[in-house]
Structures are given as C-alpha cells and as structure tokens.
C-alpha cells in the first residue's frame, strides 16, 4: 500500500524521493484510519506496515524477508504489540547506531504517565494517545504528518 500526493513549496520535506514511514501497529482499524489520514498529505510517501514488534525488528535491521530493503526516515509505532512488545522495539531502535536517529512517534491507547514516561526515556520523540474517536484519531494522524512531515527538518537518509 503506497499512497502518495503531491509535494507543496511549503514542504519541508525537499527531497525527490518519498518519504519512508514504518507503521507498526496490530490494529487493522488503526491501519485504516492512519492510512486515510495519510493520504491526505503534502508529502510524497512510502507507508510500509508490519504487524507486530517482531517484524519491525526484523524489518529494522533487514533480517529474513525484510532482507534489503531502505529503512524508514520516520517510525510511527504502537507500544502494546504482540510477541515483541513496543517499549521493546523503542529500546532497541534507539540503541542501535544505524537506526538511534530515526524518529519515533509513539501511538499506543495508553494514557497511563508510567508509559508516557518510560517512553520518553527510551528517547522516544513524541508520545501520542490514540483518541476512541474516529474523527479525533484522523486529525491526530494529520497533526503529526502536518509537524514532522511539513515542519520538521528530518535527517537525510540514504536511498
């Protein structure tokens, strides 16, 4: 699923090619609603989305099938996955010296300060609570793609 659009003047994301996101996340209502809402973007993107931490480390570190393949220049991630859980994955993105300086965006139902917390202490670069809310979720996917897709200044990564 590669949804794209086209890029405005006032994109911060200059390059030529698509920006990468790595979604991981287990519900496939939220896949929806994050893809939706993506698709409404300034930026050209590439949405690659795995189901569970175990597949976003292999996909990390381009092990088994992900073997090859371009790491994402921005990870949206879910803390409560099955068999290799969110807080996990943010541990070690964040301790590897490959993958320490791609963004991480928490989206988890949690509001519980303890997650709010760990997570940023793992050095996650935004912790953001999943509203119930159809409506709310889309525009909080907007939010983020409007800040770090249109505002921030990401690192160039290779590809």
Known sequence: MN??????ATSAWSGTRRLRILLVEDDPGDVLITTEALADSNVPYELTV??????ALDYLNQ???HEGVTRPDLILLDLNLPRVDGREVLAEVKAHPDLASIPVIILSTSDAEDDVLA???LHANAYVTKPVDFDQFHQVVRSIDDF?????RLPKREG
Do not use: C, K, N, W
């Not at 795995?50 to 597949?55: A, K, M, S, Y």
């Open 119 to 121: 997570t940023y202490q």
């Open 3 to 8: 949804p794209t659009s086209t890029p405005t």
């Open 50 to 55: 795995v189901e569970d931490g175990e597949q």
């Open 148 to 152: 770090f897709l249109s505002i921030v």
């Open 63 to 65: 092990r088994g099938a």
